[in-house]
């Protein structure tokens, strides 16, 4: 049965059915339910004159799959995490960890070269140090604000007194 609906037919059987297909298609779903891009967590930080950037990389092989570039004013962190290979794969029913590409980047002084740059790993966190490129905050001076109305009151005074 199709019900008009301003001037135009719908038919209910219509929508479910394209309704259906969109959700068993097997492109649609991988469009509509793809992960996000992997992208580890980094934190930024100063540490007397260093810049320390920690990046949480927990189950990365980041002696194979990890590289720590420094380039004109950019300290770039790129790598992959790796899929597992387990055997019972087809057995997993959520899948949260994402694998994939990463590229992170971080704006650094420009002349920071990678003589000046140490990366650690430990318990899951890369801890990228950049030696000697926090510059000292110079202090702060104070600018004095001068105000106008105090002037205009002056005046008006003046021609006070005069009368």
Do not use: C
């Not at 001037?7 to 059915?17: A, L, M, Q, R, Y």
């Not at 930024?44 to 002696?63: I, S």
């Amino acid at each position: 049965m199709a019900v008009a609906v301003r001037g135009s037919t719908w038919d209910p059987f219509t929508e479910f059915d394209a309704l259906v297909r969109r959700a068993f298609t097997p492109a649609y779903r991988l469009h509509t339910v793809r992960p996000a891009a992997f992208a580890p967590a980094a934190d930024v930080a100063k540490d007397g004159n260093d810049l320390v950037v920690t990046l949480a990389l927990p189950g990365v092989d980041v002696e194979n799959d990890v590289d720590v570039t420094v380039t004109e004013g950019r300290l770039a962190i790129t790598g992959k995490r790796s899929e597992r290979s387990e055997s019972d794969q087809n057995d997993v029913l959520r899948r949260e960890i994402h694998t994939g590409q990463f590229r992170r980047e971080f704006a650094i002084p420009r002349d920071a070269t990678a003589d000046r740059v140490d990366a650690t790993y430990d318990k899951g966190l890369l801890t990228v140090r950049v030696h000697e490129v926090v510059r000292p905050t110079p202090e702060p001076a104070k600018i004095a604000i001068r105000s106008a109305v105090p002037a205009v009151e002056s005046a008006v005074a003046g021609s006070q007194a005069s009368e």
